[in-house]
């Protein structure tokens, strides 16, 4: 495998993965340092540090990248890494890093340990700023969202059983780390009842109404006379957060308030992002539901919805202010993995450019229209959860996986300089 200095791969951007008629394009491929990439979680972008931050298990380590100069910049470490469970296989349940978010100089990630890690940006050193925080559990604390002003963090401990969330006084824009619990939010067991194997996905801020929306994959009840496991199946909902109250437990959706879990139609969403008008892209995914076969956005004033003909299966879902557009790490797509392209003023699907099977990751720099997707390295290299196809290696130019980087040229995108 030939590398450039700047360890971006000679040779990257052909195959299936690299279509030259399409209107997102592939730049380049940034390559890891360190194991080939197995098995990895959520991405994150600050624009205006220009930087992007994925949770790289393989590694142990959230990676960050230079949006700017496409260079591979430091990993910030000390998380689980990859568990494996008794198969061999990656137990996502109890590895990590998982879910990312930033504000400003501070960093959070979850880890497989049940445990809250915060970094600070500024600081040379790769290790936590403070000690990490435990949520209480016994596997992942996974995906998160904070609020405009960085001040509260919601996190998911999807693979509990039940599922809950925890929320955090997180650091907002002050100089020192001190970030602590504030409670844990439930839902009514009538809705998620225990010993279902039933999850709590990817919470996303929403200023205009000021709630947290986390994506729900399977609610009971949904609708009457549904089963878990069909063949009725059970479609998925949306809890609502008020995150200035005191309230615990939530039940059904109480429109007077707009807090509660949302009934969906034809949706059992993993992803969630929070794109213009209050509406918010829901990743419905026939990995939750098989009957599901489209992509949903929901607006979080009026709860009117659309569906996205053409694309399903997704995991991370970004909208980037940008372009007007959403990404889909829609790994899980009919026909094979795929990065999806959606117009977010008419919510149509523009275009689907195919992925490596594990490709569920996405986040893109709004600056600078680049978008960044995580390619594993071929399952003949690291077993299990590597990437079934030769796609990958293809938009990597190597077998050791990296992060692919696309780019949609738009008129008036801004200069990479990085300023705002």
Not at 93 to 120: E, Q
Not at 129 to 134: I, N
Not at 303 to 327: C, I, M, P, Q
């Amino acid at each position: 495998m030939s590398l450039a200095a700047s360890g971006v791969a000679f040779g990257a951007c052909t195959g299936p993965g690299a279509p030259t008629d399409t209107q997102t394009k592939c730049l380049t491929a940034v390559q890891i340092p360190g194991n080939p990439l197995r098995s990895f979680d959520i991405s994150f972008v600050n624009p205006h540090r220009a930087e992007y931050y994925f949770a790289d298990r393989s590694n142990a380590a959230v990676q960050v990248i230079d949006t700017r100069h496409l260079t591979h910049k430091r990993a910030l470490g000390g998380f689980v890494g990859i568990k494996l469970n008794n198969m061999g296989a990656v137990d996502n349940s109890h590895s990590g890093p998982d879910g990312v978010v930033t504000h400003g100089r501070w960093l959070y990630a979850g880890d497989g340990d049940s445990t809250l890690k915060v970094f600070d940006l500024e600081s040379s050193a790769s290790t936590v700023a403070q000690p990490p925080l435990s949520t209480g559990g016994t596997t992942r604390v996974d995906e998160m969202d904070i609020t405009s002003d960085g001040e509260l963090l919601l996190v998911a401990n999807n693979a509990e059983d039940p599922p809950y969330a925890t929320l955090f006084a997180a650091n907002g824009d002050r100089s020192f780390s001190a970030v602590q619990k504030i409670m844990k939010i439930t839902v009514d067991n009538a809705i998620i009842p225990a010993g279902e194997g039933l999850s709590m996905e990817q919470p996303a801020w929403e200023p205009r109404t000021g709630r947290f929306y986390v994506s729900i994959p399977q609610i009971a009840d949904n609708p009457a006379g549904c089963t878990f496991g069909g063949p009725k199946f059970c479609q998925g909902g949306l809890l609502v957060i008020d995150p200035h109250s005191s309230k615990q437990e939530y039940g059904a959706f109480d429109a007077a308030t707009n807090t509660g879990v949302l009934s969906l139609s034809d949706c059992g969403p993993n992803g969630a992002t929070v794109g213009p008008n209050a509406n918010l892209m829901l990743g419905c995914t026939p990995q939750n539901v098989p009957t599901n076969i489209t992509t949903q956005v929901i607006n979080a004033k009026t709860k009117h919805f659309v569906e996205v003909g053409g694309l399903t299966g997704s995991d991370e879902v970004w909208y980037n202010a940008g372009d007007n557009r959403y990404y889909t790490g829609s790994n899980r797509a009919k026909g094979g993995a795929g990065l999806g392209v959606v117009n977010a003023e008419t919510n149509f699907l523009i275009e689907k450019i195919p992925q490596g099977s594990n490709s569920h990751s996405v986040a893109a720099d709004s600056k600078r229209n680049r978008i960044f997707v995580p390619q594993a390295a071929p399952a003949s290299v690291v077993g299990s959860g590597g990437d079934t196809t030769t796609v990958g290696a293809g938009i990597c130019g190597s077998t050791n996986g990296c992060v692919a980087v696309y780019v949609h040229h738009v008129d008036g995108e801004r200069d990479d300089d990085g300023s705002d």
